[in-house]
């Protein structure tokens, strides 16, 4: 059984930075995307960031050049490093994997979430 655990979320000032982590438990393999996404209140969760088997990275243009998703494969753990935090940027932030199975399809998988909150 695969589980997603973040930490890392805090109070921070505006420009600072943070690192969000999402320790993966269980046996995954292969990874097909692991990502992070973001739910502020009131709003829809949106994606924040991804990085797809192959190193192929994408990110949101809100995050563009400030965040970005890393992988300690030897802890099992995927990192959001995210700089120059914003007024904009608190929210619940979420890990995301997906892996692919046996059969052919994608096996999915969500973290609980960790807040960060941006304030002077």
């Known amino acids: 059984q695969v589980q997603l655990m973040e930490s890392g979320g805090g109070l921070v000032q505006p420009g600072g930075r943070l690192r969000l982590s999402c320790e993966v438990s269980?046996?995954?393999?292969?990874?097909?995307?692991m990502a992070w996404y973001r739910q502020a209140p009131g709003n829809e969760r949106e994606f924040v960031a991804s990085?797809?088997?192959?190193?192929?990275?994408n990110t949101t243009e809100a995050v563009k050049g400030r965040f970005f998703v890393s992988r300690d494969s030897i802890k099992n753990t995927i990192y959001l490093q995210m700089h120059d935090l914003k007024p904009e940027d608190p929210a619940t932030y979420y890990c995301?994997?997906?892996?692919?199975?046996?059969?052919?399809?994608?096996?999915?998988?969500w973290g609980q979430g960790t807040q960060v909150t941006v304030s002077s």
């Open positions: 995301y994997l997906s892996l692919p199975t046996p059969g052919g399809s994608l096996s999915e998988y």
């Open positions: 269980g046996t995954i393999g292969r990874i097909n995307v």
């Open positions: 990085r797809s088997r192959g190193g192929r990275a």
